[in-house]
Structures are given as structure tokens and as C-alpha cells.
């Protein structure tokens, strides 16, 4: 992974030193007292630097999708800096649609995966199909701008007309271009059940 997706810890996490290594039990099998000591901190520092919720990290390890590195002697859940990456990535996840129950599927068949390279294809794939979810996402955002952009600038024109004016005389309203079109989020305010709006520029669409 490239090094400027790993994100540094802040300075007041970096400062923090190892209590135990990861050796108590076979959660943490195949670390030894050998190791040399690494910057660790409790949950509620990782909470804290992450904008989560202790709550919210429990649930991640209950999913399996974030595992505490160490434990202290007081049986205190230990983390390191891929912790803060791994939430940060959960949090890209979710942000891009991806519910909690979706990323632990994601996880799972990621680790079902033998081979690097069928991992690398899976992940792609997933990817692949996320990037071209978010590009429509895109275009029907951009066509609602586009749409409340037209509206405003229509309802500009109504700064000016005369107060005394009756709301149903807006359908012969003469202070916009005869050819202009009505947006829709304006229109849509003069339909009503089965009244034919001569305005709209489009009919409606179920």
C-alpha cells in the first residue's frame, strides 16, 4: 500500500509505549516477549483521535473487522497505528454506501481468498463496481443541482412582482419569458391530482 495511505498516529498517540506485548493467549499467538516495544494506547485515546464512539469500536471487533494488537496488565484492550488506519477505512467504506453487514462480508472473503493475487481481483472487483455506482450517484446529483439552480433563478423573478398579486394568477404570470420553461420543483407546486399544469415542462414520471 502506498505510504501516504498510512496515516501517522497524532503526536499525543506516538507518545505512548507498550505495557505487555501480545503473547497471553492464542488471540495474539506467534508474538514473544522478544519484540521489541510498540506504540500502543487504550480505546478511549483511539475513540478519541478517530471521532468514534467506544461503542462504535466494540461493535467493529464484534463484526471481526478491527482486532486490538495487545493487552495490558490490566487486561485493558491495547492498539496500534493500523488500528486508526483500519477505522479510517471503515469509515471511507461507509461513506461511499457500504453498510457495517456489507465491509464484514467484504472482510470475510477477503480472508477466505488463499492467494494475493485473488485477493487483489476481489478487492477490485468490489471497487470497480462501487466507482460506478458513485459515478451515476454523481450525474443524478449533478441534474438536482442543475435543477435547483434553474428554480432559484426563476424564483429570483418573483422578487419583483406586485404583493397584492393572487397566488392563481402565477399560471399567467407575465413577468417571465412567454418560451421559458418552468422548472420542475416549481411546477410541481402548481399540479395538483389530476390538474394539467400548461407550464410544466415535462409531465410527471412515476
Not at 422578487?159 to 410541481?188: F, I, N, T
Given at each position: 500500500?502506498?505510504?501516504?495511505h ?20 492464542k ?9 521489541e516495544p ?45 488500528a486508526?488506519?483500519r ?33 487483489m ?9 462501487k ?12 441534474a ?35 418560451g ?21 415542462r ?5
Amino acid at each position: 500500500m502506498p505510504t501516504h495511505h498510512r496515516l501517522p498516529l497524532l503526536a499525543s498517540l506516538e507518545k505512548r509505549t507498550l505495557v505487555e506485548p501480545r503473547h497471553e493467549s492464542k488471540e495474539y499467538q506467534g508474538h514473544t516477549q522478544k519484540e521489541e516495544p510498540r506504540d500502543l494506547v487504550q480505546i478511549g485515546d483511539l475513540a478519541r483521535e478517530t471521532g468514534k464512539t467506544v461503542r462504535a469500536i466494540h461493535l467493529y471487533e464484534e463484526l471481526g473487522l478491527l482486532t486490538p494488537a495487545a493487552r495490558s496488565k490490566g487486561r485493558f484492550r491495547l492498539y496500534d497505528r493500523d488500528a486508526l488506519l483500519r477505522i479510517r477505512w471503515i469509515g471511507q467504506l461507509k461513506e461511499l454506501g457500504f453498510s457495517l453487514g456489507d465491509i464484514q462480508t467484504i472482510v470475510r472473503e477477503w480472508e477466505r481468498v488463499e492467494s494475493a493475487p485473488g485477493a487483489m481481483k476481489r478487492m477490485r472487483q468490489v471497487y470497480a463496481r462501487k466507482l460506478e455506482e458513485t459515478r451515476e450517484q454523481k450525474r443524478r446529483i449533478e441534474a438536482l443541482e442543475e435543477e435547483l439552480s434553474a428554480s432559484l433563478q426563476y424564483l429570483d423573478t418573483c422578487d419583483v412582482c406586485d404583493p397584492q398579486r393572487l397566488l392563481s394568477a402565477c399560471d399567467c404570470c407575465d413577468l417571465h419569458d412567454k418560451g421559458q420553461d418552468v422548472p420542475e420543483l416549481v411546477a410541481g407546486f402548481r399540479a395538483n391530482g389530476e390538474r394539467v399544469v400548461s407550464l410544466a415542462r415535462t409531465p410527471l414520471q412515476t
